[in-house]
């Protein structure tokens, strides 16, 4: 009997009876018809009164709520610096195939050229003995076949933007690194890097000279080349517009001091 007083006064002088009657409250009021066979854990893992360490507790709990929030402005900080890296590349990229495109040419289509000239710069203008006519112009994209489209100019400008913030495929960023920039570097400078390919296609074709209409389904660009060539004919994205400023609450006109 002796023992059981002392028990009794043991959890009552550390607050246990105090944890047990609010721990029946909670689930009284939050969990008696929820299934929880986790309820006494979580109550406890969460109850600090009577706990000389509860101040000790909340304080750790503050820190690492603070340390929580500092690791996601962190992270956020570096998936920032991560897409900034990631568009200097593609920048770098699109420089060097821009410069590897005017090399051989005037100075003046250095900085622009039309969407025309940049289509032959890539896949030439060999006119074709038997026929005397520029074959290749006979594959072009659709887009391409508008004269008033091809006729666009193009600055180098937005070519960079194209491929630096145009959100291209990875697939077609990979190909411009792995395959153009390779073409260009391996050919003459002022040479069309898929020119002598097309040209020996148009000749294995066999449609030559008389059926030249039907080339446009026997030989086909690079599906890459032509990504690349819409991309560029449908121009640099355009920079999300900027929210307008909330127009100010009419304030209330005060009261007339007469009245």
């Not at 969407?115 to 994209?141: A, H, I, M, W, Y």
Request: hydrophobic content about 40%.
């Amino acid at each position: 009997l002796e023992d059981l007083k002392e028990f009794r006064k043991y959890l009552v002088d550390t607050s246990t009876v105090k944890c047990l009657v609010k721990m029946y409250q909670h689930a009284a009021k939050n969990e008696l018809r929820i299934d929880n066979p986790k309820l006494v854990t979580q109550f406890l893992a969460g109850y600090t009164d009577g706990n000389p360490d509860a101040e000790e507790i909340r304080q750790l709990s503050r820190e690492n709520a603070t340390l929580e929030e500092y690791n996601a402005i962190m992270a956020s900080q570096v998936e920032e610096l991560e897409r900034e890296v990631a568009r200097q590349q593609r920048l770098r990229l699109a420089g060097k195939l821009w410069k590897q495109i005017c090399l051989g040419q005037d100075e003046a289509e250095s900085e622009a050229m039309t969407l025309d000239t940049f289509f032959t710069r890539l896949c030439g203008k060999e006119v074709e003995p038997s026929t005397g006519q520029v074959l290749v112009d006979l594959l072009r994209p659709e887009v391409y076949m508008d004269m008033e489209v091809t006729a666009t100019s193009l600055p180098k400008e937005s070519f960079l933007a194209i491929v630096a913030d145009g959100d291209l495929p990875e697939s077609l960023l990979a190909w411009l690194e792995e395959d153009l920039c390779a073409r260009l570097d391996a050919g003459e400078p002022g040479v069309a890097p898929f020119q002598k390919e097309l040209m020996q296609a148009i000749i294995d074709s066999e449609l030559l000279p008389h059926d030249t209409f039907l080339l446009a389904d026997a030989v086909k660009l690079d599906p890459m080349l032509v990504a690349l060539l819409e991309a560029v004919a449908a121009g640099p994205k355009e920079p999300p517009a900027a929210a307008e400023p909330a127009e100010p609450a009419d304030a209330e006109a005060p009261e007339d001091p007469e009245s």
